[in-house]
Structures are given as C-alpha cells and as structure tokens.
Nanobody
Framework: QVRLVESGGGLVQPGGSLRLSCAAS????????MGWYRQAPGKERELVAT???????NYVDSVKGRFTISRDNAKNTVYLQMNSLKPEDTAIYYC??????????????WGQGTQVTVSS
C-alpha cells in the first residue's frame, strides 16, 4: 500500500550535476524521516543523507559540501541535489522513509533504486 519511487538518475560526466527525486504514495499518515542510501559495485550499502521531520539534515563526510537533501511535504517527496559529481559517486541510489500508515503502523520503506553513473 506504500510505494516509494526514485527518479533522476543517469549518466553524467565528472563535475556535473544531477537531482534525484523520491515520491512516496499510498496509505500514508505522516512521514517522520527520509533519506538516501547508495550501493556501489562490490561495496555495502551506505547512508548518504537524511532529513528529519524537523528538517535536520545529516550527510556522509564524502558528500558534504556537494550534495543537498531537501523535501516537499505537500508532495511527500524528498530530493537529493548532487553537484561536483565524482566517479566514486557511481552507485545505485535508494530512497528510504520512516513513516506511519493510515492504519497506525510505523515502518520503514524503500524504493527500487535509481542508477547514477559518473564517467568521462
């Protein structure tokens, strides 16, 4: 009943920019926090950025100053603006949300991921 769909991934040259979007839909009462994770080939999934219901943000050190997470509460959407992209940013990026459904259940939900490739 709850679905998260990412979009905005693609192929970009080093130094370029991309903006990822994640829209949550379904039987959602409220969203507590949302975040972005990524998984590169041969590596474990890592936290990239999070944003809470109070708009507090957190970033992994490797993206600080380059990435910005934001949200549009009216659209149940979280964004990740990625600037000055590097080849090491290449990964599948996943959207994550901690939310409460209309039936009162609290849970964690994931999107299917969107591929970001940084290459010349």
């Amino acid at each position: 009943q709850v679905r998260l769909v990412e979009s905005g991934g693609g192929l970009v040259q080093p130094g370029g920019s991309l903006r990822l979007s994640c829209a949550a839909s379904g039987s959602i009462f409220s969203i507590n926090a949302m975040g972005w994770y990524r998984q590169a080939p041969g590596k474990e999934r890592e936290l990239v950025a999070t944003i809470t219901s109070g708009a507090y943000t957190n970033y992994v050190d490797s993206v600080k100053g380059r990435f910005t997470i934001s949200r549009d509460n009216a659209k149940n959407t979280v964004y990740l603006q990625m600037n000055s992209l590097k080849p090491e940013d290449t990964a599948i990026y996943y959207c994550d949300a901690n939310l409460v459904t209309n039936s009162g259940a609290t849970g964690r939900y994931w999107g299917q991921g969107t591929q970001v490739t940084v290459s010349s």
